[in-house]
């Protein structure tokens, strides 16, 4: 990997630090408990869109590792890493497709990252009870994923594709 490829990695998984803490200041808008809108996934789509593959999955692993060990417990490192990875892998297999704009394929990570959370639930609290709950963060998924997608996209349309670094 080049110099110039390592430091804008650095540069984006510092950005998406910074997104989760301002994130975790925002007062929740609506008491449903975990749904976020999910700030840190403009780093992780932009990346996908403007770098590669295994930089937008590195950065969120990354991401996901250093906010655990900084903000949250082993439960929450649970959730964010099971639902991280489940929409990264989603959303890099429909842009690979090439069947869906950016906007579609935040959409899905959104949705994908709430079931993975939910999938997550209920193995650690042995329940499928908890299921009912997938219908309220799927819309909470679908919007906060527009809106993601729809910040991704001008991010990425600004800064183009940087296939050189």
Known sequence: MRTKKITTIGILIALALIL?????????????PGMKLGLTNI???????????????????IRIIIV?????????FAFSFVGGMLST????????SGRMKIIGVSAAGGITH????I?????????KAIAWYLPVLWISGIFSGV?????G????ARLGKLDQI
């Open 20 to 32: 989760s803490y301002v994130e975790s200041q925002i007062p929740a808008f609506v008491a449903i």
């Open 43 to 61: 780093v992780v789509l932009t990346t996908l869109y403007i770098l590669d593959v295994k930089s937008a999955m590195l950065i969120n692993v």
């Open 68 to 76: 655990a060990i900084l903000f949250g417990s082993a439960m929450s």
């Open 89 to 96: 892998i989603v959303m890099i297999l429909l842009k690979k």
């Open 114 to 117: 709430n079931i993975g959370q």
């Open 119 to 127: 999938l997550t639930a209920m193995v650690l609290l042995g329940t």
């Open 147 to 151: 809106i993601i997608g729809i910040i």
């Open 153 to 156: 996209g001008l991010v990425t």
